[in-house]
């Protein structure tokens, strides 16, 4: 099973703090290598129109930011960067290669 995650988080999705799920927007589940790495080319034609930063990690990790979106931390009492990212998933684990 192929999975693209999308996720909106103030960390980049390489990282998969024991959070991450709650950060999920969207999911989409594709039966196919072919199918789920069509709809990520998609996706990520998209986000590089909608947001103006891109830092790509193996297969599995694409993050794009704008760097004026940022929210407040009350915790760590600062501002964080809020990373857009897609995670391309097989059987519940990070794609890194073909």
């Given amino acids: 099973m192929h999975e693209i995650v999308y996720t ?12 991450w799920e709650e950060k999920i927007v969207s999911l989409q589940q594709f ?7 069509r709809y990520l080319e998609e996706q990520k034609q998209a986000f590089g129109l909608q ?3 891109h830092e790509k990690r193996d297969l ?13 931390c009350e915790k760590c009492e600062e501002d964080l960067q809020i990373f857009h990212s897609l995670i391309w998933l097989v059987d519940g684990v990070p794609k890194i290669s073909f």
């Fill in 51 to 53: 947001f103006a930063n």
């Fill in 31 to 37: 039966s196919s290598d072919e199918e789920a790495q």
């Fill in 60 to 72: 599995a990790f694409d993050a794009y930011w704008n760097e004026e979106e940022m929210e407040y």
């Fill in 8 to 19: 909106r988080a103030d960390y980049e999705p390489w990282w998969m703090f024991d959070d």
